[in-house]
């Protein structure tokens, strides 16, 4: 099977723009999950979705959203960005009847100028 | 924020030497995992083990569990310099969300 695949690879926008960001996962798979990971604050969760709807969401302020279309493709959105948006945005594909880890994603670089 | 601590916050040890990496959580969990990051790219999975388990091997690794004292410790026997990497551990709470640790950095000199 094709691994979880994120688009763009590597983004630069200003501050105040606004950024979208997409994640296929693992054929089958229908949990996908959003990881931010930066220097200073490491990996933290930003929200799961199942089957379209968000089972669970991390301690991120409203200016970040996400959704899941009905072949399980996730994208997030960032509005507004600030400086301290700038990370590695990961996102993870599982199947939640299996206990196993998850399937990263390679990974978007996002820098806020 | 993030569950717990991981020791030691960065390893440096000779090809095939052990590796021992530490990671203590706050709360109860389901299970934890341990994965492999190289080079601030997206993270592999190594290892899950469930809270009623103690320890589980994959390959060269091994990972133990300490429920009553809520840590765990991997070990990567006869190591690499393939294995350098950041290596994490996560512990798995409700709505299938992942706790991170802070991760532990590893190079293997050849």
């Known amino acids: 099977k094709a691994g979880v695949t994120q688009t763009p690879r590597y983004l630069i926008k200003t501050r105040g723009q606004q950024v979208t960001l997409s994640c296929s996962p693992i054929s089958g798979h229908r949990s996908v999950s959003w990881y931010q990971q930066t220097p200073g604050q490491g990996l933290q969760f930003l929200f799961e979705y199942f089957s379209e709807t968000q089972r669970n969401k991390g301690n991120f302020p409203g200016r970040f959203s996400g959704r899941q279309f009905s072949n399980s493709r996730s994208e997030m959105n960032v509005s507004t960005l600030e400086l301290g948006d700038s990370a590695l945005y990961l996102c993870?594909?599982?199947?939640?009847?299996?206990?196993?880890?998850?399937?990263f994603g390679p990974g978007t670089r996002l820098t806020v100028l | 924020s993030q569950q717990g601590e991981e020791d030691p916050q960065a390893l440096s040890i000779q090809e095939g030497e052990n590796a021992t990496m530490n990671c203590s959580y706050k709360t109860s969990i389901n299970n934890l995992q341990w994965y492999r990051q190289n080079s601030g790219r997206g993270l592999v999975h190594l290892i899950l083990?469930?809270?009623?388990?103690r320890e589980k091997h994959s390959g060269r690794l091994r990972v133990t569990l300490d429920t009553s004292k809520k840590s765990s410790s991997l070990l990567i026997t006869a190591s690499r310099a393939a294995d350098t990497a950041s290596y994490f551990c996560?512990?798995?709470?409700?709505?299938?969300?992942?706790?991170f640790g802070a991760g532990t950095i590893l190079r293997v000199k050849s």
């Open positions: 083990i469930r809270s009623n388990e």
């Open positions: 996560a512990t798995e709470e409700y709505g299938n969300k992942l706790v």
């Open positions: 993870a594909s599982s199947d939640p009847g299996l206990l196993t880890g998850r399937y």
